[in-house]
């Protein structure tokens, strides 16, 4: 089954914590001094926030799923509809160890399709790609287009 991911950039993590959790009605799953995540349930999200952003604001969206056979699906529908792609196996970031793929939509909005594979002391660094990477562990726009298979239109 699969999850939506909404990463927002935050300027106070603290207050951002507190607005959240009584928005949710939940604490966190997991809490670091600059980040912090909810698996919800209802509505089924992971929903996390950082004070690692480029900007405050949306920082990126994503399908979390539940195995690398779903994961191969999402991406199998981006080259169906040959749009930019970029995977990053073995990725870490945002506390944790995964299999991801990203996307840019036609605004620019880069979207993560993941599998977690396990949870990770540290914020995390992909040193395959930290030159080209954006907030959080999203890639820049322009590593996505330049990087990716050119599959079509958006690249």
Known sequence: MKRLHVHLAVTDLEQSVRFYSALFAAEPTLRQVDYAKWQLEDPRMNFAISTRGRAPGLDHLGIQVESDDELGELDARLAAAEL????????????????????????????????????????????????????????????????????????
């Open 84 to 155: 930019p792609a970029l995977a990053q196996p073995d990725a870490a970031c945002c506390y944790a160890s995964s299999n991801k793929h990203w996307t840019l939509d036609p605004q620019g909005v880069p979207w993560e399709s993941f599998h977690t594979l396990a949870q990770i002391p540290v914020f995390g660094v992909d040193s395959r790609a930290a030159a080209t990477r954006g907030a959080c562990c999203a890639p820049t726009s322009e590593a996505i287009a330049v990087t990716a298979p050119q599959r079509g239109c958006c690249g």
